[in-house]
């Protein structure tokens, strides 16, 4: 009796012991960890913000580079030009030429093509000189004068051989001065479409740079493809011939004509076997 009580003494003492202990070990963090990127299946990455890419600036020294104001001040000649050659234009009378109908036609039909000519050149001239830095306009621009110049080559030989030689060769001094004008605008067009062609270069440079860096972050994080087995493929549809063969069986004229077959079947009488 005293052994059995002594035991139980023992076990509860040791009981306390360790509940003892247990409670002075410190409690463990419960706070789940990070999972690493990639481990979360289906997890999406962060997409990366790339700011868009200023323009490129053109150095002053290159090739075609012109100030605003040196710009303007060429459409400016440009207009100059232009209202020179309107001028020696009032001055053709074709209506007093000794020349054949068909001449005075053409020259005439040539001088309203040359008007337009010139109508066009002053629209996007004046649209030009007001934004110096278009592109657009820059070579609208460049494409009237190319427009109008053989034109007015064209007016200076006959008003040359009809009129008089002196106002030929006016047109022709007139004609110079707006070829030399296109020859000058021809560089900044040159410039102005040299600074979009670099930059869609870096761009494209940019954009091969950027799949690399995104194909070399998704490397691992994604599963490989799974085959698909050989299936044979079963056609239950119907075919094109179907619905109207269907249609034809359900047509009144079809029925009547196949009770009529059934009816001359029916009351057509059997044949006797012949004799031998």
């Not at 299946?41 to 053109?58: F, L, N, Y």
Request: proline letters at 9%; aromatic letters at 6%.
């Amino acid at each position: 009796m005293r052994s059995r009580t002594s035991f139980l003494g023992s076990a509860l003492l040791l009981g306390l012991c360790v509940s003892s202990g247990g409670a002075q070990q410190p409690v463990k963090d419960q706070t789940p960890s990070k999972p690493a990127a990639g481990a979360q299946a289906g997890s999406v990455p962060v997409t990366e913000t790339i700011p868009q890419p200023p323009p490129i600036p053109q150095p002053r020294n290159a090739p075609g580079f012109m100030e605003p104001a040196e710009v303007q001040a060429l459409a400016h000649k440009i207009w100059m030009a232009e209202f020179r050659i309107n001028d020696l234009l009032t001055q053709v009378h074709p209506e007093k030429w000794k020349a054949s109908n068909i001449a005075r036609n053409t020259f005439i039909q040539t001088l309203d093509n040359l008007h337009r000519a010139l109508d066009g050149l002053e629209e996007w001239r004046a649209q030009f000189e007001r934004r110096p830095d278009s592109l657009y306009f820059g070579f609208q621009t460049y494409a009237a004068m190319s427009a109008a110049l053989p034109r007015l080559s064209g007016i200076s030989r006959t008003a040359g051989q009809f009129e008089n030689s002196s106002l030929g060769a006016q047109y022709d001094q007139a004609g110079n001065q707006l070829f030399d004008l296109e020859q000058a605008l021809q560089p900044y067009i040159a410039y102005l479409l040299r600074n979009p062609d670099q930059a869609l270069t870096v761009a494209q440079t940019n954009l091969a740079g950027c799949q690399k860096q995104l194909g070399n972050a998704l490397r691992g994080q994604t599963e490989p493809a799974t085959p698909l087995k050989n299936t044979f493929v079963e056609f239950h549809g119907r075919q094109p011939g179907d619905a109207r063969r269907e249609h034809r069986a359900s047509s009144p004229s079809t029925r009547k004509k196949s009770q009529s077959q059934t009816e001359k079947k029916t009351d057509s009488p059997t044949r006797k076997p012949a004799s031998p």
